[in-house]
């Protein structure tokens, strides 16, 4: 039988090699967790448990810190909702359901509705009165995912991944 704490810091380590390929650094969850930082704001707004996942992905990074460069570290501090929790954040950052990759989303969509609405109040101006920005009420929109009973997320090549977070 494995360890259980072994197990953990593998999955980290998958976690943070995917995170160093992304960002094509040394610091791949420290990236992402700096990259969630800069964007809190607006994810906190649009995405859905932003900070629920900020929050668990830096006390994920502070266990593996303890467990790897503390001598008194206590394993029984790791509980297997942990391991799940981090388990699960993988398969997010695989299928590009995860925080950041849920906010540029959000983001790409926004921008297209900009680049349509000039042209959709042009055609609406005759009918009705224009609505500026200024005057709409702020609405809080959250994406999630929520897949269906056959419904497999779409897989997108790293290559593809990388284009698109910083496009």
Do not use: C
């Not at 999955?11 to 650094?25: E, G, I, P, Q, T």
């Not at 800069?38 to 830096?58: A, M, P, S």
């Not at 501090?77 to 981090?86: C, G, P, T």
């Amino acid at each position: 039988m494995r360890d259980f704490n072994l197990d953990f810091l593998d999955l980290y380590k998958n976690v943070d090699s995917f995170l160093k390929d992304a960002y094509s650094s040394n610091n791949g969850v420290t990236n992402y967790i700096q990259e969630m930082e800069r964007q809190f704001e607006d994810g906190n707004k649009y995405v859905q448990n932003w900070r629920i996942d900020y929050d668990r992905l830096k006390h994920m990074r502070w266990l593996r810190n303890q467990f790897a460069h503390e001598l008194s570290f206590d394993a029984e501090i790791l509980e297997q909702e942990d391991y799940d929790w981090l388990d699960s954040f993988y398969k997010k950052l695989f299928s590009a359901t995860d925080p950041i990759a849920l906010l540029y989303t959000v983001k790409r969509k926004q921008k297209v509705k900009a680049v349509q609405k000039p042209h959709q109040m042009i055609n609406n101006a005759s009918t009705s009165q224009i609505t500026l920005p200024s005057q709409q009420q702020t609405q809080y929109n959250y994406y999630t995912y929520t897949p269906e009973k056959n419904d497999k997320p779409k897989r997108r090549s790293l290559w593809q991944r990388i284009i698109d977070f910083f496009s």
